[in-house]
């Protein structure tokens, strides 16, 4: 499938990565484990797990059964999620990129060799060593930046992170949408997967 990027996690961060990604026209293959936490009142893919489907902000994210199962789905425009928490479908996928979105770089096993682009959100990876991209996750000016050289901000805290999520839960009652520090880091994935197929283009004039 052309374009395909394939995105690891589902959870509130990611979910802003796999909509920002669907809506620009990218097929998008989620992996997730057999018993994701499912945060109260937050939008987050990762109840396609128990849901068999989700549809956060008119974007759809079905469960599949198998590898062929879920490229029909996202020949329909819609996310496909697979329980693969080791990513053990790559041998019969051959993304464009490959988003680590777990934000659980300890036992993460993503590599630089997984995909032509690599991009991991957060800290606990380096940039060209781990994957080609980190995208900074820390709130500030530095939220959703590129980082092609280094690692991201460590995380002092989760009060930010809390306090965000807080907000949005008031704000949204029971229509759970996209918060902002989600599409703000999900604005840096795609960026961060522009840009590289942009230079493909420019090096093979």
Known sequence: MKNLII????GEIATGTIHKLVSS???VLVLESAHPSVPDRIAAFSEAVYKGKVIIEGIPCQLAENPDQAKIIMSRG?????IDEKASCLAQFTPLALVDATLTPQTSTTNMDMAPVTIALGPGFTACRDVDVVIETQCGNNLGRLIYSGHAAADLNDSAAITDN???AEECEKNFTISVRARCIAGGVLEAILQNLYLEKV???
């Open 7 to 10: 995105v690891r996690g589902s």
């Open 25 to 27: 026209g990218f097929p």
């Open 78 to 82: 819609e996310a496909a999620m697979l």
């Open 166 to 168: 807080a907000s949005h």
């Open 203 to 205: 090096s093979l004039k």
